[in-house]
């Protein structure tokens, strides 16, 4: 009795034995090469089988699968979108300028069958890729000057990368969805130079604005010495015109008020001449019977 229960556990373990490598699970997310003797037989879940299915498969979808016991094998692949980060690439530009490209990708194994023939595993797919990716960024990248990748084409230059990486990627069953440069920075041996050199292009612009300055200075300057001499002599000219007038009007009223009355006219000049010339404290040496002093003694100057 004892000798038939341990063949019916070692049967019943064979069994489970059977049945556990007879049974496997594909996640929504993955996708799934059925190999036998290293031979691929059938996909499962695969976003492109790329080969007629050798055995049918009631169900070709995620969820739990059966292959034969020992002798198949399974490979999973990600079936999702992935990304490649590259080490940054140093190019050289048509027009000889060097640049370090940091760049990215998008891709996504969609056909898993050529996959696992041209590469096998995904980190050698990985490092294929990486290979390529260098190449294709190494040949675009080289066609146009840096101006160009920096700035001006970035956009086009990104749909013929992913072209032409698409293209070595064919052979791989990889989709490429997308490529993007991160960044594109001159290595750090030139950066000095070009500092150097954009430092040395300011000063020559600060000297022509500093001596466009200067000339224009001393034209304004010039002009505004030449209006103020013009304006200064105007104003002289009006200021000796209006003297003459104002001279010539007072000699004129003089003149009347001496027609007018001769000896009144000599006594107000002479009240005039005694208040600007005699001062307090101001000597005089003049001579008693001076005409200038005939008025002191007399109202009517005799």
Do not use: C
């Not at 086009?156 to 989709?175: C, D, F, S, W």
């Not at 991160?182 to 070009?194: C, G, Y």
């Not at 105007?234 to 200021?239: G, H, V, Y």
Request: hydrophobic letters at 40%; proline letters at 4%.
């Amino acid at each position: 009795m004892q000798r038939i229960l341990i063949i019916a556990g070692v049967a019943a373990a064979a069994i489970l034995l059977i049945l556990a490598n007879s049974l496997y699970i594909v996640p929504i997310d993955q996708q799934a090469i059925v190999t036998r003797f290293g031979q691929a037989q059938y996909t499962v879940n695969a976003t492109e089988a790329g080969m007629t299915q050798s055995v049918p498969m009631p169900n070709a979808g995620p969820g739990l699968h059966l292959k034969l016991p020992l002798v198949d094998d399974v490979r999973f692949y990600d079936k999702r979108n992935l990304g490649y980060d590259l080490d940054a690439a140093e190019i050289i530009a048509n027009d000889q300028q060097r640049l370090n490209v940091d760049a990215i990708a998008r891709w996504r194994i969609k056909n898993p069958l050529q996959f696992f023939r041209a590469a096998s595993t995904e980190t050698n797919g990985r490092a294929q890729l990486g290979q390529r990716f260098t190449a294709a960024l190494r040949g675009e990248l080289g066609k146009v000057s840096q101006p160009d990748i920096i700035a001006g084409q970035r956009a086009t230059l990104m749909q013929r990368v992913r072209a032409a990486l698409q293209a070595q990627m064919n052979t791989l069953g990889v989709e490429i969805i997308d490529v993007r440069i991160r960044k594109a920075d001159l290595p750090e041996a030139n950066t000095q130079r070009v500092y150097e050199r954009m430092k040395s292009q300011l000063q020559q612009k600060v000297s022509q604005y500093n001596a466009e300055g200067e000339g224009l200075f001393a034209s304004i300057t010039a002009e505004a010495d030449a209006n103020a001499r013009v304006i200064i002599a105007e104003a002289e000219q009006q200021a000796q015109r209006l003297r003459g007038e104002g001279d010539a009007e007072r000699n004129r009223v003089y003149a009347s008020a001496y027609n007018k009355d001769p000896e009144f006219f000599s006594f107000y000049r002479s009240l005039e001449a005694y208040d600007r010339s005699i001062k307090q404290g101001t000597p005089f040496v003049l001579s008693p019977d001076s005409d200038f002093f005939k008025y002191f003694g007399d109202s009517d100057g005799r």
